[in-house]
């Protein structure tokens, strides 16, 4: 089936600085790709709908320039975190649209930021 | 707006049994349903899916049925084995857009 592979897994970083989560479609090509922040316990949140070379579309109350996303090619969508604080700690999950409009999820991001 | 949820947060079922977890869709339009199962700390997992146009469909050892009339979907486990422990969650979009996920059932399995 198709697999999408997500990076880094896991991160901890310092206030204020910025991370950078890769989500990349190993064996086909995603035009769309979906950024989702889930919290412990809850449910998956959609941020952003991620479009292979235009703008993002973010959620509402979502700030665009906090959450930096990338698209650059048909298998590579990047979301950046940009001066991070304590309550952006989460878990950042990406999907990508295959086949048939199926959506394939990566394994996750965990980011802790002290 | 438009939400998804579920009847039960938590389910325990003894191994071997039959495992059923709800969901309710406020969504009349949604044309395709989703359960995924996520394992902690990991990125959610396809189980089966549905379009509108089905009232049941089944997969190995799962089955989704679905009632618009209702607006109510279910997934039901034949057999739970000590590996189905996850969270399920039950996921709903229209026209193929963004997919809305509702709040999540965490299943336990007893010995």
């Known amino acids: 089936g198709a697999v999408v592979s997500q990076h880094p897994s896991r991160v901890i970083c310092k206030s204020g600085t910025s991370v950078k989560i890769e989500c990349r479609s190993l064996d086909f090509q995603a035009t769309t790709m979906f950024w989702y922040r889930q919290f412990p316990k809850q449910s998956l949140m959609l941020m952003a709908t991620?479009?292979?070379?235009?703008?993002?579309?973010?959620e509402q109350g979502v700030e665009k320039d906090k959450f930096l996303i990338n698209h650059a090619s048909l298998t590579l969508s990047t979301l950046t975190v940009t001066s991070a604080h304590p309550e952006d700690s989460s878990f950042y999950i990406c999907?990508?649209?295959?086949?048939?409009?199926?959506?394939?999820f990566g394994s996750g991001t965990q980011l802790s930021v002290l | 707006g438009e939400s998804v949820g579920l009847h039960l947060p938590t389910l325990s079922v003894q191994e071997g049994d039959n495992s059923i977890i709800n969901c309710a869709y406020s969504?009349?339009?949604?044309?395709?349903f989703i359960w995924y199962k996520q394992e902690s700390g990991k990125g959610p997992q396809f189980i089966i899916d549905i379009r509108s146009n089905m009232d049941k469909r089944q997969g190995q050892r799962v089955t989704v049925l679905l009632n618009k009339t209702v607006k109510h979907l279910s997934l039901q486990i034949a057999a739970t084995q000590p590996g189905d422990s996850a969270v399920y969650f039950c996921a709903e979009t229209e026209g193929a857009q963004k997919l809305v996920f509702g709040q999540g059932t965490r299943l336990t399995i007893n010995p």
């Open positions: 999907s990508a649209r295959g086949e048939e409009q199926k959506l394939f």
């Open positions: 991620s479009n292979e070379g235009s703008k993002a579309t973010y």
């Open positions: 969504n009349s339009a949604s044309d395709y």
